[in-house]
């Protein structure tokens, strides 16, 4: 379940992004309220109904029972070929 978005967000830097100045990406905050993990891989997420299965989160990526998984909604999705955060293809503003 989504738990808590940012989107137009001035406060929180994204700390995956190589770059020394800040840099304030959209993201939201995915959790899992189950008694078990539950594997991602294969879902989708999207910023628009008409296109549901815009961005596949990659294989790999588990959200523990009762845990968090933050994704940056930056248009960096191929930043997942190389860092442990989630950059989805889209924003959110």
């Keep these: 379940m989504i738990n808590e978005w940012m989107a137009a967000n001035t406060t929180l830097a994204d700390p995956s992004n190589g770059s020394l100045s800040p840099h304030f990406d959209d993201w ?3 959790y899992n309220p189950g008694t078990n ?3 991602l891989a294969g879902y989708y ?13 990659p ?3 588990t959200i523990t029972a ?9 248009e960096e999705a191929s930043a997942n070929n190389y860092n442990a955060d989630l950059h ?3 924003k959110l503003n």
């Design 88 to 90: 989805a293809n889209f």
């Design 66 to 74: 009762g845990g968090y998984l933050l994704v940056w909604a930056d």
């Design 28 to 30: 939201f905050e995915l």
């Design 59 to 61: 294989n790999g990526k």
């Design 45 to 57: 997420l999207t910023d628009d109904l008409a296109v549901s299965n815009k961005w596949v989160i």
């Design 37 to 39: 993990d539950v594997d």
